[in-house]
């Protein structure tokens, strides 16, 4: 079944007193951009998560991010910074003696003073922290493409019922088509015989004008490719691979074919239907826009 260029996935996970989430969404592109955000310890990670991504989608602009929270840190790792105490308690000790300021420097001084304690900690374990990414990932990407193929389910039944309204009217067309030449004949032979005011009538002059505008007018391949188009067109639908590429081609195709039924047709009921034609392949081809 086909699938939604447009989707969106997330998930959370605690495992290993590390706190993770992935927000995955996607919008139409006619290639594949992917874009990470994750945290900068983690960057060498990107390459697998882009492989992961590529496995379930293959079109698309495809934006994720990943949030990385691990427990509070042990006491043990919070350590006064001491170059940068040094430095402010020379900066208060300086103020004091260029001002000849009065009092004593206090801890309070320094209690809301930025930098002033640091985190030392060892780096986490990248090929642990890929086990927790790729968990949460591949949750994330659940969601996703359980979003995208409902999505893709539902343009896929209204692209079909539009397609069935093109194909009885490709029927309607060629059904008035014949209507048309023998309309055109009785028009040609009442017009002549009125010019001819009683006279002899040519029926074999008056059949090679009516084949010369059978031939002209005659609408029959269009019609067959027509109907070609949609066949593939619904068989496409039901392949379970990527198909929006395909689609834009046929509609192409289908396009070409009712302007060219439009320049041969010199009825207007015709002529009506070929503008209903173009503007269902237009509205198709909105629609398709959306699928992967």
Known sequence: MIAS??????????????KTAVEISSVNNRFC???????????????????????????GKINYTL????????????????????????????????????????????????????VEREEYDLEKAWKIVK?????????????????????AQDLKSRISE????????????????????KKLKNKISELLQGQELDELRLAQEVTFLAERCDVTEECIRLRSHNQQFVSALEEGVPVGKRLTFLLQE??????????????AEISKKVIFLKEEA?????QVQNIE
Not at 282 to 286: G, N, P
């Open 5 to 18: 260029m447009t989707g969106f996935g997330k998930a959370e996970l605690l495992k290993d007193d590390v």
């Open 33 to 59: 951009e992917i874009q990470l955000r994750l945290p900068k310890f983690l960057t060498s990670l990107e390459p697998r998560i882009k492989e992961m991504i590529l496995k379930t989608m293959s079109r």
């Open 67 to 118: 949030s990385w929270e691990e427990g509070l840190p042990n006491s043990s790792f919070v350590k006064l910074n001491r170059e940068v105490a040094d430095v402010y308690y020379n900066l208060f000790k300086e103020l004091k003696d260029k001002y000849h300021l009065s009092g004593e420097i206090k801890i309070d001084n320094f209690i809301n003073l930025p930098d002033l304690m640091k």
């Open 135 to 155: 968990e949460v990932t591949r949750m994330a990407l659940n969601e996703f493409n359980d979003i995208r193929k409902n999505e893709g389910e539902r343009l």
């Open 166 to 185: 093109v194909e009885e009217t490709v029927g309607e067309i060629e059904k008035l088509s014949v209507l048309n030449v023998e309309q055109y004949r």
């Open 254 to 267: 289908m396009n070409r074919e009712a302007n060219t039924i439009g320049a041969k047709a010199s009825h």
């Open 282 to 286: 237009e509205k198709l081809r909105e």
